[in-house]
């Protein structure tokens, strides 16, 4: 049953500065490339900007292919150092992977301030101290966190269960002698599911 009333209308969540304005920086961005584009094809011609384009292309490719490999080596190397029982080290080389898989991909995007950004981030001082930056935001992002929460769960399964298996059952002890106030129970034990 209604009583008649309207309920009040619902008001959109308000939107963060961050999403306010990245639209109009991506946008910004793009009217500056494609200015800069126009600008460098009248100086020196529209082949020479195609050939820009397409060496930016390859050079692209290249460093995401070549940081992949190198992520892939850091992995089966922790991987390994799983199998064989030893405790992971920390790959102090992931999160410049990560920065130069970036720099790949601003150097495959069509345009001259992307490309002059990868290059930045392929100089290893650059890259460094972003890593540093990134990881002290994460840590602190991953502190804030609270009992519950989606990154709490992620780090508390990278603590403890580095391999990821989980192995649902119940843990029968037969060398725990059976007393007076903890009975043994002989009856049929349930199967284990996995």
Do not use: C
């Amino acid at each position: 049953m209604t009583t008649g009333t309207p309920s009040p209308p619902l008001r959109p969540a308000p939107r963060s500065k961050l999403r306010r304005y990245v639209p109009l920086g991506i946008a910004a961005w793009l009217v500056l490339e494609i200015w800069l584009l126009t600008q460098v094809s009248s100086a020196w011609g529209g082949l020479t900007v195609f050939l820009l384009l397409v060496a930016g292309l390859v050079l692209g490719g290249v460093v995401i292919k070549r940081a992949g490999r190198r992520a892939f080596k850091g992995w089966s190397e922790q991987l390994q150092q799983v199998q064989r029982g030893e405790t992971p080290e920390r790959n102090p080389r992931a999160g410049g992977n990560a920065l130069t898989m970036v720099a790949g991909l601003l150097l495959m995007m069509p345009g001259l301030v992307s490309d002059v950004l990868a290059l930045l981030l392929l100089l290893p001082p650059v890259r460094a101290v972003l890593t540093k930056r990134v990881e002290r935001s994460m840590e602190r992002r991953m502190s804030k966190a609270g009992p519950g929460t989606f990154e709490s769960a992620f780090q508390q399964a990278r603590i403890h269960r580095p391999d990821g298996k989980v192995v649902q059952g119940e843990v029968i002890r037969d060398d725990a002698p059976a007393g007076p106030e903890e009975p043994r129970d002989q009856g049929p034990r349930p199967p284990l599911t996995g």
